[in-house]
């Protein structure tokens, strides 16, 4: 077993190898062992993908439906019923978002060249033939191709794509670099201790495997379809044991009890839910928000707590300087000298802190007056300079306190606590010095990474749309606390360990310090065992578990290809505020889905305790099961056009209340029902034969299934607002259709003009009529 604590001459010993690398042979045994340098992939066949759409309680019923229907000779019944299994499997596969690819992407990570000792000699191999116990050799730009012991020498090492911090750190003869690192100055020796999925970088590879969002949609419309169908199965059961009693058919009787199970299946519901939030990613592609798993968009709605990665999230992911501490001179003189110990061309980070701060305080620097310019180096801690300045030559020397000090050999009578203070608050500290024959410490120049200029107004957007935000960091508690002030969100601190056990406790913490990368994916499972519905936001690869884990995963635009890949939502341009434009997307496309969904458990309701309670009633039955097919048709796909709707978004989270849903339903139904035995009576009293009756209770249907969405798609009078022009053209064409069949004939039995404008007309004034009872009903049940 290695650890990270062992010696060289453990790892040594442990792995069977020496400073002489292995034999060739023995790098192939050992390949065999371990495996290659390289992270599994898993994937799945688009044939199994598009299968597994007609593997669901849904399509279970409609598939033993056309068996049955088909075996009782109603053909005609088994085509239509197979054309909506297909078409709602057509949808659903091709409006899904593509496969993840994270592990793929991370596979191409490691796929690079490295410089390993072998039988002797330094060759050129590709990463993934790497195995424990080889030499490598590193130098500036690499990527680290494997865990690896410094076995000589001094690095600095960038590890942001793997910890998300943008400070380099310096890794000495000793310490393990990880894999995905990349070497930003220094060249050494190292032994090779861990490969593949074993290695940090794997191991976090295996999180973003084992991490999977819960689909709450699924879980919805289970939910919906058991209270219906036991409401149906109760009514279906009676309808036979009646029909029995009656002795009318049973070859008759069974199709059309079918036919009403399947009227209680809300067959559009997953399509339409799909449509809704693929015109939805559609809408937020146009601003810069790349969708890249549908359901998030729902998810969004429901969020109440959004966790933020703080580096390259809430914060720029760029050195800047806070406010000098001058000994000798003014601030702007300590700039100019540390400017002179700095140059553009050598991408230091705090290089470019500080001649960034000088264009800000309008130092001028003339590099003309340089002679002599000495680029850090990890050996000696420190950048140097010569200028003529005067006539004099004066030498510059710019690094860590500690190492500028003992240079100087006399130190401010402050300088000590300054260091000590500035290092208590999180900021890296840079010391200046400056002499002719002599140095003397100049000032001491904190730098820290800021929070964006949009933070403080995404988390003010967050709290007024009742999403807590919680923000997640590596650094120390000062410097969270610090950060935390600056863009106004609530100091309460907490440490990862915290809520290991305790995951009620993770509810209580705004601000997580001190967190290690893994941590992150735990943090936000703990917040979903809470009960929360969670947003993670972040840009590096030990990001992407959490984000992969979280129902809305969001990868900022400068995030790594990984953290993009395990992201639901990708943003691609610089900025958080289009976040708050995602929640506010998703809640618009939940009141569209919550119009439909109640649409639909009104319809069904009123359709299975109508037919079946006026069979009871008159002994027959007063519309056929094809004309029950063909309803699905006239109202569960064209009212589809739902998805487009003209909505508002609430305020608060939106969560799904299937127990609500049900009730509300059940009483603006039972109103429909009574309206639906009026029809019933008028064209029983018109004397209409049972075959034109029929026809009028079809139109019926129809108009009020269409009626009913213009009454439950507004929360306060159904004028209140206009619908979308396509929900309004749809709407019209189906009554215009629907109006033209009736009275020629097609499909159904023909019946006079006046009995469509009756259906037509009386629909409608009942409609106005509900929606008074609409309004208590979803003020009572907080619709």
């Known amino acids: 077993m290695i650890k990270s604590s062992d010696s060289l001459e453990d790892l040594f010993k442990k792995l069977n190898t020496s400073k002489a690398g292995l034999s060739g042979n023995e790098a192939s045994s050992r390949l065999h062992t371990y495996g290659y340098n390289e992270v599994s992939e898993k994937k799945e066949s688009s044939i199994l993908k598009f299968l597994k759409k007609f593997w669901t309680p849904i399509s279970w019923m409609l598939e033993l439906t056309i068996i049955i229907t088909f075996i009782l000779g109603k053909y005609d019944d088994s085509l239509i019923i197979l054309f909506l299994l297909i078409f709602n499997g057509v949808i659903s596969f091709t409006q899904e978002s593509k496969a993840d690819n994270a592990v793929e992407l991370l596979k191409k990570k490691l796929s690079a060249q490295a410089r390993v000792l072998r039988d002797g000699k330094w060759n050129v191999i590709e990463t993934k033939f790497l195995v424990p116990g080889d ?17 000589d020498d001094e690095l600095e090492i960038d590890q942001s794509a793997l910890t998300g911090e943008s400070l380099s750190v310096t890794r000495k003869k000793g310490d393990t670099i990880y894999s995905s690192s990349v070497v930003k100055r220094g060249e050494c020796n190292g032994l090779v201790t861990e490969t593949g999925s074993k290695t940090y970088f794997g191991k976090t590879t295996e999180l973003v ?16 379809i058991k209270d219906l169908i036991a409401i149906d199965t109760i009514l279906v059961i009676a309808l036979i044991l009646f029909s029995i009693y009656r002795g009318v058919d049973i070859t008759e009787v069974i199709p059309f009890a079918l036919v009403i ?71 702007l003189s300590l700039i100019k000298y540390a400017s002179y110990a700095s140059q553009r061309k050598s991408e230091d980070p705090i290089d470019d802190a500080i001649l960034d701060y000088a264009d800000l305080k309008s130092v001028k620097i003339d590099y003309a007056n340089r002679s002599k ?19 004099k030559s004066v030498k510059i020397v710019k690094g860590a306190p500690q190492v500028i000090s003992e240079l100087t050999g006399n130190v401010p009578e402050t300088y000590e606590n300054d260091i000590k203070y500035f290092s208590s608050q999180g900021f890296r500290i840079i010391s200046v010095a400056a002499g002719t024959d002599k140095l003397e410490i100049l000032g001491v120049i904190p730098l820290y990474d800021p929070p964006r200029k949009d933070s403080r107004d995404l988390i003010t957007e967050l709290k007024q749309l009742s999403v807590s935000p919680v923000m997640i960091t590596g650094d120390n508690s000062l410097i969270a606390e610090e950060v935390a002030g600056e863009i106004g969100l609530e100091k309460k601190l907490c440490n990862a360990e915290n809520i290991k056990g305790n995951y009620a406790g993770a509810s209580d913490c705004s601000v997580f310090a001190e967190v290690f990368p893994e941590d992150k994916y735990y943090i936000v499972k703990a917040l979903q065992k809470s009960g929360h519905i969670v947003g993670m936001t972040g840009d590096g690869v030990n990001d992407s578990p959490a984000l992969k884990q979280a129902e809305f995963g969001v990868a900022v635009a400068s995030a790594t290809d990984v953290a993009k890949a395990s992201a639901s939502v990708v943003l691609t341009h610089s900025g958080l505020t289009d976040i708050v434009d995602g929640i506010k997307s998703g809640r618009r496309i939940y009141q569209r889905m919550l119009t439909y969904t109640l649409n639909k458990i009104i319809k069904v309701i009123q359709i299975v305790f109508f037919l079946t309670l006026s069979f009871f009633v008159v002994g027959f039955f007063v519309t056929t099961a094809f004309d029950v097919i063909l309803l699905i048709f006239a109202n569960d796909f064209v009212t589809m056009a739902i998805a487009t709707d003209n909505v508002g978004y609430s305020i608060k989270p939106e969560r799904w209340n299937v127990n609500s849903l049900i009730s509300s ?53 159904f004028s209140n607002s206009m619908p979308s022009k396509i929900l309004l053209l749809s709407s019209i064409v189906d009554i215009i259709i629907i109006s033209f069949i009736s009275y020629y004939g097609i499909l159904v039995t023909a019946i006079p003009l006046k009995f469509i404008l009756i259906s037509i007309g009386l629909t409608f004034i009942w409609m106005v009529f509900m929606d008074t009872i609409k309004n208590v009903v979803f003020r009572h049940y907080k619709l």
Do not use: W
Not at 209 to 224: G, Q, V
Not at 671 to 678: D, Q, R, T, Y
């Open 135 to 151: 030499i490598v050799h590193l130098r500036l730009g690499d990527v680290v191709p494997a865990d690896i012991k410094i076995i």
């Open 209 to 224: 495997e084992i991490a999977k969002t819960k689909s709450h949609i699924e879980e919805l419309i289970m939910k919906i």
């Open 261 to 331: 199970l399947i009227a209680s299946i809300p067959v559009a519901l997953p399509a339409t839910f799909t449509i809704a939030m693929s015109l939805g990613a559609l809408h937020m592609s146009k601003r810069g928000e790349i969708v890249t798993r549908l359901s998030a968009i729902e998810d969004a709605a429901s969020m109440d707590t959004l966790c933020m990665d703080k580096t390259g999230t809430i914060t720029e992911n760029k050195l800047t300087i806070k406010t000098p501490k001058v000994y000798t001179g003014d601030e």
């Open 373 to 391: 310019f000495t680029p850090f180096d990890p050996s000696i801690k420190r950048t140097e300079a010569i200028i003529n300045e005067a006539g």
């Open 665 to 717: 339903s059940v009483i603006l139904a039972a109103f429909l029902v009574v309206e639906s035995f009026i029809f019933l009576y008028i064209g029983l009293y018109a004397g209409l034969r049972i075959s034109q009756i029929h026809t009028f209770i079809f139109d019926m249907l129809v108009f009020s299934g269409q009626f009913t969405v213009y009454m439950v798609r507004e929360r306060k009078r």
